[in-house]
């Protein structure tokens, strides 16, 4: 099996970029551009209370339009993963709500719309159990897999697409995400490759904060 591209767009971010959040981020990945702002710890709503935890709320806004069912989809994907890297036991009768703001569509918005929670989920000083990484893939109709696919590609056409988020303790899947169909062997090697390109995204999280701290010294 064929590998067409093996690393991901260039990675661009702004932290704080809204005064009012907890955290905000301005991310862009390749063509793909999304903010996503935290808000909480919050009062939870009496309906959204839960007393063991905190209740983790994700909005999903297309860049025209209302949402609708993919963006309702988007939302569930995103807000199960952060119910796994919150450490939302600590923060009881709680609620955080996310909101993603979508900017520009370059193609696997999901995996940019992760990335960009987890950027402003670090902004906004929530403890975290870990970070996430997610990585999309695709299987064009000449069984290539494509790393990190623009919209043109997307467009072309393609047997399967494949968004998978992993941690960045022992870079475990915690997060898989499938359209299409292909044979469990070319599904097996899309998620080594995707699993690899993550170390690329874990280590710009690490420069950005870096250099979000070497701004606030100066």
Do not use: W
Request: net charge positive; hydrophobic share 40%.
């Amino acid at each position: 099996m064929e590998t067409e591209q093996k690393s991901i767009r260039a990675l661009k971010c702004e932290q704080s970029v809204l005064s009012r959040a907890d955290g905000s981020v301005m991310f862009s990945q390749g063509n793909t551009v999304v903010m996503a702002s935290v808000y909480g710890p919050l009062e939870a709503k009496i309906q959204k209370e839960l007393s063991d935890r905190m209740y983790v709320e994700v909005n999903y806004k297309p860049k025209i339009g209302m949402p609708g069912v993919a963006e309702r989809g988007k939302e569930k994907l995103v807000k199960t993963t952060c119910n796994h890297i919150i450490l939302t036991n600590l923060h009881p009768r709680t609620a955080v709500c996310i909101t993603i703001q979508e900017m520009q569509d370059g193609g696997t918005l999901l995996s940019a719309s992760i990335n960009a929670v987890c950027l402003a989920l670090l902004d906004s000083g929530l403890p975290l159990q870990c970070l996430v990484a997610a990585v999309t893939c695709l299987v064009d109709k000449k069984d290539k897999i494509v790393l990190d696919p623009c919209i043109r590609t997307v467009k072309e056409g393609y047997k399967a697409m494949f968004t998978f988020a992993f941690d960045s303790q022992k870079y475990n899947l915690i997060l898989s995400h499938c359209e299409g169909q292909v044979p469990y062997t070319l599904f097996q090697e899309a998620m080594e490759l995707c699993q690899k390109a993550s170390h690329i995204i874990f280590d710009f999280y690490r420069q950005a904060v870096l250099r979000k701290f070497s701004k606030e010294l100066l």
